[in-house]
């Protein structure tokens, strides 16, 4: 059974750092570009980032860029967002995504263009 399990999440003040992890199970998704969505209550779910198979290849929201960093480590199946500079705006319930068929350039926005997803980790930002 195919499962990606996010962790890390937690509750921490503007300005701070927090680091997601997303380990997945079940099969390898070195081949597979990975990103991180996210939910903020009453809004629809959005994209975040992603990232390439490789690890060379990244696209980012506008405003979480300069802040926020993925990375992977496929020895372990795992890939990471680093956040930093949180503010309170960042609070939302983060999703990690799988899409093994696609290249993480194509469509990477679209919550429909990846196969796997996470249960979610809650990050909340106080002011």
């Known amino acids: 059974q195919v499962q990606l399990l996010e962790s890390g999440g937690g509750l921490v003040q503007a300005g701070d750092s927090l680091r997601l992890s997303c380990a997945a199970s079940g099969r390898s998704f070195s081949r597979a570009a990975m990103g991180w969505f996210r939910q903020a209550p009453g809004k629809e779910r959005e994209f975040v980032a992603v990232?390439?198979?490789?690890?060379?290849?990244?696209y980012y929201l506008d405003s979480v860029k300069g802040r926020f960093t993925i990375s992977r480590d496929n020895a372990k199946n795992t890939v990471y967002l680093q956040m930093g500079a949180l503010k309170p705006e960042d609070t939302a319930v983060y999703y990690c995504?799988?899409?093994?068929?696609?290249?993480?350039?194509?469509?990477?926005?679209?919550?429909?263009?990846?196969?796997?997803w996470g249960q979610g980790t809650q990050v909340t930002v106080s002011s």
């Open positions: 995504a799988a899409r093994p068929r696609l290249a993480y350039t194509n469509n990477y926005m679209y919550e429909s263009s990846y196969e796997y």
């Open positions: 990232i390439s198979w490789g690890g060379t290849g990244q």
